[in-house]
T-cell receptor, first 113, second 115 residues
Framework: DTEVTQTPKHLVMGMTNKKSLKCEQH?????MYWYKQKAKKPPELMFV???????INESVPSRFSPECPNSSLLNLHLHALQPEDSALYLC????????????FGSGTRLTVV | AQKITQTQPGMFVQEKEAVTLDCTYD???????LFWYKQPSSGEMIFLIY??????QNATEGRYSLNFQKARKSANLVISASQLGDSAMYFC????????????FGTGTSLTVIP
């Protein structure tokens, strides 16, 4: 299995809703990442997990809450989002110490209404 | 601070022709990795090619090659024999080995292949 699987692929949520994005990999990678990408822009790093521990939080608002229950699974819990949070949310994983690139999921397209 | 520059917001190329996408980077690190990713409209980021800062030979992967000029801090992507399926956004990225392995992405180049 050489994939990173993200669900759902599309999500529409209201500003008062609570939802979660899920990311799963079975490649034995011990680093996992959440990125946010607006249209026509590069991905922006949000969080980094290394060996299931949060190692980097790029000053992300608390309405985004990451969780890494085990080495294969990464969640992003969403609560009280704003319309400007609408974006493509990409998950990626990599071996902890590697010269090679990330493996990205296909992303979740989030629309906040 | 690390910085990746892609000066071509949009490029057009005729099918079956070669095209070069520019990328320059700025770092004081001695050890780093350079990457190119392709992002079709579907959204997935697809890894294309990698070049290590200590690699003496330019990387090649099928129709993709990386023109690495370390002294000039450039890592241009060359796509030979362009195909319609090559139409996508292309991101140059750098990965530092001294930090948490995070990537720094360039602003991207939108490539359109014309039949």
């Amino acid at each position: 299995d050489t994939e990173v699987t993200q669900t759902p692929k599309h999500l529409v949520m209201g500003m008062t809703n609570k939802k979660s994005l899920k990311c799963e990999q079975h490649m034995g990678h011990r680093a996992m990442y959440w990125y946010k990408q607006k249209a026509k822009k590069p991905p922006e790093l949000m969080f980094v997990y290394s060996y299931e521990k949060l190692s980097i939080n790029e000053s992300v608002p608390s309405r985004f809450s990451p969780e890494c229950p085990n080495s294969s699974l990464l969640n992003l819990h969403l609560h009280a989002l704003q319309p400007e949070d609408s974006a493509l949310y990409l998950c990626a994983s990599s071996p902890r110490d590697s010269d090679y690139g990330y493996t990205f999921g296909s992303g979740t397209r989030l629309t906040v209404v | 601070a690390q910085k990746i520059t892609q000066t071509q917001p949009g490029m057009f190329v005729q099918e079956k022709e070669a095209v070069t996408l520019d990328c320059t980077y700025d770092t004081s690190d001695q050890s780093y990795g350079l990457f190119w990713y392709k992002q079709p409209s579907s959204g997935e980021m697809i890894f294309l090619i990698y070049q290590g800062s200590y690699d003496e030979q330019n990387a090649t992967e099928g129709r993709y090659s990386l023109n690495f000029q370390k002294a000039r801090k450039s890592a241009n992507l060359v796509i030979s024999a362009s195909q319609l399926g090559d139409s996508a956004m292309y991101f140059c990225a750098m990965r530092r080995r001294t930090t948490g392995n995070q990537f720094y992405f360039g602003t991207g180049t939108s490539l359109t292949v014309i039949p």
